[in-house]
């Protein structure tokens, strides 16, 4: 299927990241659910890439799946290619400095990702002390220095505070500055400004953008979000039910959506004025993971099927220049549907 | 300074539990059989001497008034005389009480050795065959009396083996240690016990906070993530089990030193009983009562300093 | 109890017995029977001096040896199981009862009475409470009576902690309010409403509290505080073979093994109850 379509190795030399049949099950007491299944997707050097679903999609779980971040009785399989190295099959030693040191990652609530008993400084320079030979004058500098880059005030003073002690957009501020110590070269990001209000929302994701550029990094950004995505992203990948079923540069993506998904996600994107409540306006809900529908996945929710979808998954082909791909049977009838925006 | 004011909060609060104590005491003894002017005269003495011996000690007064007189001799430190012995109440317990505490303080380090690395074997090993075998030998250790334990290690290590004294003291501190090994151990594993229930539970519950995943993520060596983000953390609330079960832990004493014969405040405490001599039983009981309040001061602030959400 | 029989049944609907509850109750059955009909088991009358069999071995026809009066160990095993279970049951009964009362009646009133009995639960938790017990005991005398009362006047303090707290929660709860928009009275919406459902931690603590128990009138057994020679009592009987560890280690290390399995049976049977419950919340 995909396998055909998409070049299944780089050259070694190949920057970036290359994610390759990504699959991540857990075995639960009802059956295996399949939280991520066969998921491709590349990031290019200084490049933004969107990851886009409802919750329960799978784009969290393929994030934590690059980081192997996932415990048992979840398994990944698939390849994740950094620097022509696959993490998934890593020795732990060595996927030790990767973390931290070349990819790093922020999570949704900084409140729960902070360790609440140690000081904001000490968490940024235990992070130091992993990857680097920096002494405890040059860390304390760094610590200092990256204070100042994400934009916390005093920095003098707030690196001996705890957590609790930050607002929440300062906490968020201060995990990327944890986060970034090493400068690693991904960033993965996942639902970062969810938690936060949405003047400090827009606050962060300028920063994140403003931090690509300094530190010549590339961000994977995980949000249910598509404003976030236009905002931010350039290229974006749609996931439904631990699938991605459409991919595309952001600008292609929002002008013609190829999947009716998409088309629905569009659709439920609020116009000025209105307030932000994001994914409500598709019909039905997310399918159960331990019991997928036959076929396309979606098919239950979309006003496009017909009887093939019932019975055969549509492969994630190419629908375009650009990398454009789509995993729907009807792409055509979707892209040529009025216009929803 | 928010942990300083945080200690003197703390402090203020222990005086409402101290005047209880007293309180408590004073009604344990005057509940006791018997009036201390004839314990003192014997059975033959005449009315007048009881009346004269009463009105010395303050018994004619009214009950609040004896309170008071009683609540001001022992903050000064006057706890009366030992019927049986005929020396102050005081110097016996400043005698005794160090064994005491130095057993317990032995048999707590005993107890957390034994149990933070076997509840992180058993937190890790998670429902495998390691957790369950901890868990069930904790499990039946947290059943076995503490008589029971000490007269099984007394009559293996001591008699038949020989590796250690049946009992009491030693004279230089490297021999106090050794006499008290097999009590200390005797006491400890019962509460190494419930350490150990607590603090799996705990490190299980911390192992799944997301800031452990970050810590992951932030490539930190396994080493420091465990004891820095995971034991940090998880100690937390064992702190707290560790202050309330400090009285278990007196209480424990009182029998282990009666089995390995230690001459510490609980075999003071069960002499005292035996001889029906009250104002040991008192002054026991409340130096007691006022060790266990300082040992929850001590670890509510161990526990602030654990955790700086706390001295707020 | 037929309300929680219900709960319980309903709690399980679909969900297999925890082993753990299968396991201690089992144990508790087995102990509950010993206690009630001791004579049913026991080979010889637990008190009978046999001059010929003095601190004999385990054998055939003294599965469990003899004491130093010939006594027969297995029999004054099995006959302490009613002086023990009997501890387990009456040193509980009456601090869980009162406690739940006074629980129920502070946590719903809140207040004064509620700040009053927070002072005294920090004091109650200074008084080690086996000092305080022992203390007690020797004030009134020794024996299993003033056991019970030594240990009534402490226990009661920690059932209702417990109860209070989670009346404090249930009464925050619509349902609460429902009945008292409904003109219930206080008392029936207290008994009737919250206390069935804020009880299950104090039932669960029970549980704990009789493993507890036991090892408490072992322990005062074994001072010569609780109960008195020459009653068969597991405490009393390993004071009676502390000396002889050497030469007849069976007549205390059997009625050990006893203390342990019916404090194991306690404290499962207590987390497969906790586990229910837990599932149910």
């Known amino acids: 299927m995909t396998a055909s379509t998409v070049p299944t190795s780089l050259p070694q030399t190949a920057p970036g990241l290359l994610v390759r049949g990504l699959t991540t099950t857990f075995d639960t007491s009802r059956g295996v659910a399949i939280a991520a299944a066969d998921v491709d997707f590349d990031v290019a050097p200084g490049e933004v890439v969107g990851l886009v679903g409802e919750s329960g999609s799978g784009k969290s779980v393929t994030l934590r799946s690059i980081m192997r971040l996932i415990r048992e009785p979840g398994k990944v399989t698939g390849r994740v290619e950094w620097g022509g190295r696959d993490l998934v099959a890593m020795p732990a030693e060595e996927l030790r400095r990767v973390r931290g040191g070349e990819i790093a990652m922020i999570f949704q609530e900084p409140m729960t990702a902070l360790n609440p008993v140690l000081p904001i400084g000490a968490q940024i320079e235990e992070n130091l002390v992993a990857h680097t030979d920096l002494n405890r004058r040059q860390r304390r500098e760094r610590a200092l220095e990256l204070m100042n880059i994400v934009g916390i005030p005093a920095p003098e003073r707030r690196l001996d505070e705890y957590p609790h002690q930050f607002s929440g957009g300062m906490r968020q501020r201060a995990m990327i500055a944890i986060a970034l110590a090493c400068s690693p070269k991904l960033l993965l990001a996942d639902e970062p400004t969810t938690a936060l209000d949405v003047t400090i929302q827009d606050q962060i994701l300028k920063l994140l953008l403003d931090l690509r550029d300094r530190m010549a990094m590339s961000v994977v950004l995980v949000t249910h979000d598509l404003g976030v995505v236009a905002a931010t992203c350039d290229r974006m990948a749609v996931m439904y039910a631990g699938r991605i079923v459409e991919t595309g540069t952001v600008a292609d993506v929002f002008a013609c959506p190829n999947h009716p998904y998409t088309r629905g996600l569009l659709g439920s994107v609020p116009r000025s004025g209105q307030s932000r409540t994001m994914l409500q306006s598709i019909d039905g809900t997310p399918p159960n993971l331990t019991d997928l529908p036959d076929g396309c996945a979606f098919h239950p929710r979309c006003s496009f099927a017909t009887e093939i979808c019932l019975k055969q998954r549509p492969p994630l082909d190419l629908v375009g220049t650009d990398g454009r791909r789509a995993a729907c049977h009807h792409h055509e009838r979707v892209a040529a549907a009025e216009p929803i925006l | 300074m928010p942990l300083f004011s945080f200690v003197i909060r703390r402090l203020l609060q222990m005086i409402p539990t101290v005047i209880f104590i007293l309180v408590v005491t004073f009604v344990l003894v005057r509940m006791l059989p018997g009036d201390p002017a004839s314990a003192m005269l014997g059975d033959r003495a005449r009315d007048a001497d009881v009346n004269r011996i009463n009105h010395e000690l303050g018994l004619d007064q009214p009950l609040i008034v004896q309170f008071f007189y009683f609540a001001e001799r022992v903050v000064t430190g006057d706890l009366g005389n030992s019927i049986g012995l005929k020396v102050s109440v005081a110097s016996l317990i400043a005698d005794r009480l160090p064994v005491t505490l130095m057993l317990t303080v032995m048999s707590a380090v005993i107890a957390l050795v034994l149990s933070v690395p076997l509840a992180f074997v058993a937190a890790m090993k998670r429902e495998k065959l390691a957790d369950s075998v901890i868990r069930g030998t904790f499990q039946v250790g947290l059943s076995m009396p503490v008589f029971y334990v000490g007269i099984i290690l007394l009559t293996v290590f001591a008699a038949q083996w020989k590796l250690f004294p049946v009992g009491g003291y030693g004279t230089t501190l490297p021999d106090k240690l050794y006499h008290l090994f097999l009590p200390a151990l005797t006491l400890a594993l019962s509460f190494a016990a419930v350490l150990m229930r607590n603090l799996r539970a705990s490190i299980i519950n911390v192992m799944n906070a997301e800031y452990v995943d970050f810590a992951i993520a932030k490539g930190l060596r396994s080493r420091v993530i465990m004891i820095k983000h995971i034991l940090r953390n998880a100690l937390i609330s064992t702190v707290t089990l560790f202050g309330l079960q400090i009285g278990t832990l007196f209480g424990g004493a009182v029998i282990t030193e009666t089995v390995f014969a230690v001459p510490g405040a609980g075999r003071l405490l069960i002499d005292s009983i035996y001889g029906r001599d009250y104002p040991v039983l008192q002054g026991l009981t409340i130096s007691l009562a006022v060790l266990v309040s300082l040992t929850f001061l001590v670890t509510d602030i161990l526990q602030a300093w654990l955790d700086p959400r706390i001295a707020r | ?281």
Do not use: C
């Open chain 3, 1 to 281: 109890m037929s309300a929680l029989a219900k709960t319980a049944r309903s709690m399980l609907r679909g969900k297999p017995m925890p082993r753990s509850l299968i396991t201690g109750g089992s144990i508790l059955l087995v102990s509950l029977i010993m206690a009630v009909w001791p004579t049913l088991f026991a080979p010889y009358d637990p008190n009978e001096f046999d001059y010929n069999a003095l601190l004999a071995a385990p054998s055939l026809a003294h599965p469990f040896g003899t004491d130093s009066f010939g006594r027969d160990v297995l029999s004054r095993v099995i006959h302490a199981y009613t002086v023990d279970m009997q501890i387990a049951v009456f040193a509980t009964v009456g601090p869980f009862v009162f406690g739940t009362l006074v629980g129920a009646f502070v946590g719903y009133v809140g207040g004064f009475w509620e700040a009053l009995f927070g002072r005294l639960v920090d004091a109650t938790v200074t008084f080690p409470f086996l000092v305080l017990v022992i203390a007690i005991v020797s004030v009134l005398g020794p024996g299993l009576g003033n056991m019970y009362v030594a240990v009534g006047i402490v226990g009661w303090v920690f059932y209702a902690r417990l109860v209070a707290s989670e009346i404090k929660v249930q009464k925050r709860l619509d349902y609460a309010d429902a009945g008292r928009v409904m003109g219930y009275t206080p008392w029936r919406i207290v008994f009737r409403h919250l206390l069935p459902n804020a009880i299950t931690p104090a039932i669960v603590y029970w549980m704990t509290d009789m493993a507890l128990a036991i090892l408490l009138g072992s322990s005062l057994g074994y001072l010569g505080l609780g109960a008195q020679p020459p009653t068969a009592e597991w405490g009393v009987q390993i004071a009676d073979g502390k000396n002889f560890m050497n030469t007849a280690w069976w007549i205390s290390v059997f009625p050990g093994v006893a203390i342990v399995l019916t404090g194991l049976g306690f404290s499962l049977a207590g987390d497969g109850v906790a586990e229910i419950l837990r599932v149910r919340r």
